[in-house]
């Protein structure tokens, strides 16, 4: 007897697969564990995708399990701006579980051009770059807190005998069966050590929208003003071009108006929390300036 929970992504789409005894899944469990997954996949996305959010929404399937539908979409204060998911979630998952524990069902090819993700026949290609982010992702202290509550909760109901992950283009065939003498391997997951990480370091974002509150036209020291997911930050524009075009009145700001940038943001890590804060930020690149839908002036 099993119960399936189908996970779906703007790109993707998994089945969260519980192996179960005669007695059935128990229903606080299959709460908790819904609750806990949908947290692991949410902390995966914030370092893979940063600056995009998921939207879930709970159906009824066919079979009567719950299906979760997951969309990521960018979003900031005046819109929902649905742009592509940078790095699908799925394949990051199985990076970083097959890692933890021996598996012959999935493989991790590294070449020149691409970080392959291999199981049975189908393969998931990423771009070679996808390493350094499921390194990311492996080491940060959200996720691996995650991780540990979720194999923490299924653990806790001695009827859950196994969980794995199948596609639906395959509902029958397990990616990556994990044995219940396997979950206190998750489960006891370490933090990553404080000691091996970096005091400091940059994190990049691409293409990502601003809502500018103040801009500084007049070449003074003072940071522009934006609106960024919902927060007010401040940020210096490092890009000469943007600043040509600006000086020949190619742009006119006003009320509402965004950019579209590449931004960096300058973190410094809370060892108390065992994550990184951003302390600073500034764009390297300007892609486009949309006007917004009131227009007054920002000088």
Same mark, same amino acid.
């Given at each position: 007897?099993?119960?399936?929970?189908?996970?779906?992504?703007?790109?993707?789409?998994?089945? *969260?697969?519980?192996?179960?005894?005669?007695?059935?899944?128990?229903?606080?469990?299959?709460?908790?564990?819904?609750?806990?997954?949908?947290?692991?996949?949410?902390?995966?996305?914030?370092?893979?995708?940063?600056?995009?959010?998921? &939207?879930? %929404?709970?159906?009824?399937?066919?079979?009567?399990?719950?299906?979760?539908?997951?969309?990521?979409?960018? /979003?900031?204060?005046?819109? *929902?701006?649905?742009?592509?998911?940078?790095?699908?979630?799925?394949?990051?998952?199985?990076?970083?579980?097959?890692?933890?524990?021996?598996?012959?069902?999935? /493989?991790?090819?590294?070449?020149?051009?691409?970080?392959?993700?291999?199981?049975?026949?189908?393969?998931? #290609?990423? +771009?070679?770059?996808?390493?350094?982010?499921?390194?990311?992702?492996?080491? %940060?202290?959200? #996720?691996?807190?995650?991780?540990?509550?979720?194999?923490?909760?299924?653990?806790?109901?001695?009827?859950?005998?196994?969980?794995?992950?199948?596609?639906?283009?395959?509902?029958?065939? +397990?990616?990556? +069966?994990?044995?219940? &003498?396997?979950?206190?391997?998750?489960? &006891?997951?370490?933090?990553?050590?404080?000691?091996?990480?970096?005091?400091?370091?940059? &994190?990049?974002?691409? =293409?990502?929208?601003?809502?500018?509150?103040?801009?500084?036209?007049?070449?003074? +020291?003072?940071?522009?003003?934006?609106?960024?997911?919902?927060?007010?930050?401040?940020?210096?524009? =490092?890009?000469?071009?943007?600043?040509?075009?600006?000086?020949?009145?190619?742009?006119?700001?006003?009320?509402?108006?965004? *950019?579209?940038?590449?931004?960096?943001?300058?973190?410094?890590?809370?060892?108390?929390?065992?994550?990184?804060?951003?302390?600073?930020?500034?764009?390297? /690149? #300007?892609?486009?300036?949309?006007?917004?839908?009131?227009?007054?002036?920002?000088?």
């Amino acid at each position: 007897m099993a119960a399936a929970v189908s996970l779906g992504a703007s790109d993707e789409e998994i089945l *969260l697969y519980f192996k179960i005894g005669s007695q059935g899944l128990d229903a606080q469990t299959f709460g908790n564990a819904l609750l806990t997954f949908d947290e692991l996949y949410r902390a995966i996305n914030s370092v893979a995708n940063p600056g995009h959010e998921i &939207e879930i %929404d709970f159906i009824s399937s066919d079979q009567g399990s719950i299906r979760a539908v997951f969309r990521v979409f960018a /979003k900031d204060t005046q819109t *929902l701006l649905r742009t592509p998911v940078t790095m699908i979630i799925f394949p990051i998952l199985l990076s970083i579980l097959v890692n933890k524990i021996t598996s012959d069902d999935v /493989k991790i090819i590294v070449n020149d051009s691409s970080y392959i993700v291999e199981h049975g026949n189908e393969k998931i #290609v990423l +771009p070679k770059d996808a390493a350094r982010t499921i390194s990311r992702v492996d080491r %940060d202290p959200v #996720v691996r807190r995650n991780v540990r509550k979720f194999f923490s909760v299924v653990e806790g109901d001695p009827n859950v005998t196994g969980v794995d992950f199948r596609t639906v283009k395959a509902p029958n065939k +397990p990616v990556l +069966p994990i044995t219940r &003498e396997q979950f206190i391997v998750l489960r &006891e997951i370490p933090e990553a050590e404080l000691s091996k990480l970096p005091k400091k370091k940059q &994190e990049s974002y691409r =293409r990502i929208p601003l809502v500018v509150l103040t801009a500084v036209l007049d070449g003074s +020291p003072r940071k522009w003003q934006f609106l960024w997911n919902g927060n007010k930050i401040a940020a210096d524009i =490092r890009d000469e071009d943007f600043f040509l075009k600006l000086a020949n009145h190619y742009y006119e700001f006003g009320q509402g108006d965004s *950019l579209l940038v590449d931004m960096v943001a300058e973190q410094e890590l809370n060892e108390v929390a065992g994550a990184y804060e951003n302390k600073s930020f500034y764009i390297t /690149k #300007v892609h486009k300036h949309s006007k917004g839908p009131k227009q007054g002036s920002l000088l």
